[in-house]
């Protein structure tokens, strides 16, 4: 007969502690579940109309997505095309579905016939890929271009003469399935909040000129995409209208 040992040290019945350890994981799993749905609920009242939540679901299982569903929330982020896909699939179809990764010309055909918003795009050839898989399925998809504002290389994005050198690019040859909606912008992972609200302020003020030059008469292009988990708040203060938050609402991966 085997036996195993219980929460105490005490000796029990492997069916029996096998039996005890699967009520746990499900009791857990009831909690970590419900406080999706709180955790939503508590950003929306701090964000209140001035931003819209993005929640970044990347690596987090779709019963997670599906709870967070039900409390209302309906625009997703992911990072992976691959893994956008597979959610799609066997999620609502009223689901806002953001690509907010690194994209790869080679993969802009797999979420062409879906998505919502593409907020990494770095290169007018990745517009022009864009524009073509969008034409392909007859709609217009709407892209923020990603701006580099942080100290770490690691990051992606246009420096400022490339952003005015794709927009005059774009200017003289428009892409007609492409939909310029505003700026994306990663800050540095510091604690330095004066820093942070320095590149948030930063990347304000290019939208504001880009916004003045090149779109003065596109009510479209409005949208400025900065803030996440560690720094939402100050994102919202210095005028985000998209904020991406994963950890907050799902737990750290």
């Not at 009520?23 to 001035?50: D, H, V, W």
């Not at 007018?124 to 100290?151: D, H, P």
Request: charged share 25%; hydrophobic share 40%; with cysteine.
């Amino acid at each position: 007969m085997f036996f195993g040992l219980d929460t105490e040290g005490k000796p029990v019945l492997l069916q029996e502690l096998i039996s005890t350890n699967a009520a746990i994981n499900r009791y857990l799993k009831i909690i970590f579940l419900s406080m999706i749905a709180a955790n939503i609920q508590k950003i929306n009242q701090e964000t209140g109309p001035k931003a819209r939540l993005i929640a970044v679901s990347k690596t987090k299982p779709v019963e997670a997505l599906a709870e967070a569903y039900e409390a209302g929330q309906r625009i997703f982020g992911e990072n992976k095309v691959q893994e956008m896909c597979s959610k799609q699939s066997v999620l609502p179809m009223d689901i806002e579905w953001h690509l907010i990764g690194h994209l790869q010309s080679n993969k802009v055909k797999y979420i062409a016939p879906f998505v919502a918003m593409i907020h990494s795009v770095d290169s007018y050839k990745l517009l022009e890929v864009i524009n073509k898989e969008a034409e392909k399925n007859q709609r217009v998809i709407n892209c923020l271009l990603q701006v580099f504002i942080a100290t770490e290389e690691t990051k992606f994005g246009l420096n400022q003469p490339e952003l005015i050198e794709l927009l005059e690019t774009f200017k003289k040859n428009p892409l007609p399935n492409i939909q310029l909606c505003g700026l994306m912008g990663m800050a540095s992972n510091v604690e330095d909040t004066t820093q942070i609200r320095a590149e948030f302020k930063g990347l304000k003020n290019t939208f504001t000129q880009i916004k003045n030059t090149y779109f003065a008469n596109d009510e479209k292009f409005k949208e400025l995409s900065m803030g996440m988990s560690s720094d939402y708040k100050i994102a919202i203060e210095e005028g985000s209208t998209l904020i991406r938050v994963g950890s907050i609402i799902f737990g750290s991966r």
